[in-house]
């Protein structure tokens, strides 16, 4: 069965450094997609980034950037120069990539609260 | 601002009693998805509608059910709600974008059953 794991409920980092947030994932489906959400107080989920299994480099949106290592099952985000903005919940998600008709729903891990200080 | 809108934004019910959620997604948006999420945890997929059909369900009994109309509007009703069914709704509309679908979330509405 899929399963997304986030082991760090909360994290600190100080205003403009890097921090890297943790996932690790299971499937048994060669073909799948891993995401990041951010998900302020206000609960809406933002969308950051997206890594396909198949992708050969790791992807970049901006300040994001998702370390995957595929043989670990890992895909951890990175944010770099935080933000006080950045303080919120982040999850990570994945959904098995069937075409055809079938449903693309989202696996959510419990997510990891991040504290930007100044 | 991903263009997709969950109405009302809070609502308290009453065990027993039936609500009904609306979602209002982007021109183009065929596909929405329906999450409950409980205070602390990720969101939990309830179902999926794709040209106003059904198109997969997460492990939710029958009382939660699902429409979607030609608008892109979309309802998820409740029936006999419990004190369990206290959550964070959310509704996502997905695009294709560089060939892969992202699902894109609205707000949100927070339910409290008393």
């Known amino acids: 069965a899929q399963k997304i794991t986030q082991t760090q409920p909360g994290m600190f980092v100080q205003e403009k450094e890097a921090v890297t947030l943790d996932c690790t994932y299971d499937?048994?489906?060669?073909?799948?997609?891993l995401f990041w959400y951010k998900q302020p107080s206000s609960g809406e989920m933002i969308f950051l980034i997206y890594?396909?299994?198949?992708?050969?480099q790791n992807a970049t949106e901006g300040r994001y950037s998702l370390n995957f290592q595929k043989a670990r099952k890992s895909a951890n985000l990175v944010i770099s120069a935080s933000q006080l903005g950045d303080s919120a919940m982040y999850f990570c998600?994945?959904?098995?990539?069937?075409?055809?008709?079938?449903?693309?729903?989202?696996?959510f891990g419990t997510g990891t609260l991040l504290a930007v200080q100044p | 601002e991903t263009g997709v809108t969950q109405s009302p934004t809070h609502l308290i019910k009453t065990r027993g009693q039936q609500v009904t959620l609306r979602c209002s997604s982007q021109?183009?948006?065929?596909?929405v998805s329906w999450y409950q999420q409980a205070l602390g945890q990720g969101p939990q997929f309830i179902f999926q509608?794709?040209?106003?059909?059904?198109?997969g369900r997460g492990n939710f009994p029958p009382r939660f059910s699902g429409l979607q109309f030609p608008n892109y509007s979309s309802e998820l009703n409740v029936n006999a709600l419990e004190l369990d069914d206290s959550a964070l709704y959310l509704c996502?509309?997905?695009?294709?974008?560089?060939?892969?679908?992202?699902?894109?979330f609205g707000p949100g509405t927070r339910l409290l059953v008393l």
């Open positions: 499937t048994s489906d060669p073909s799948y997609g």
């Open positions: 890594q396909g299994s198949y992708d050969q």
């Open positions: 509608y794709y040209r106003e059909e059904e198109n």
């Open positions: 998600a994945m959904r098995e990539e069937n075409y055809g008709g079938a449903t693309n729903k989202l696996i």
């Open positions: 996502a509309s997905s695009l294709v974008v560089a060939g892969t679908e992202t699902q894109y």
């Open positions: 021109s183009g948006h065929n596909t």
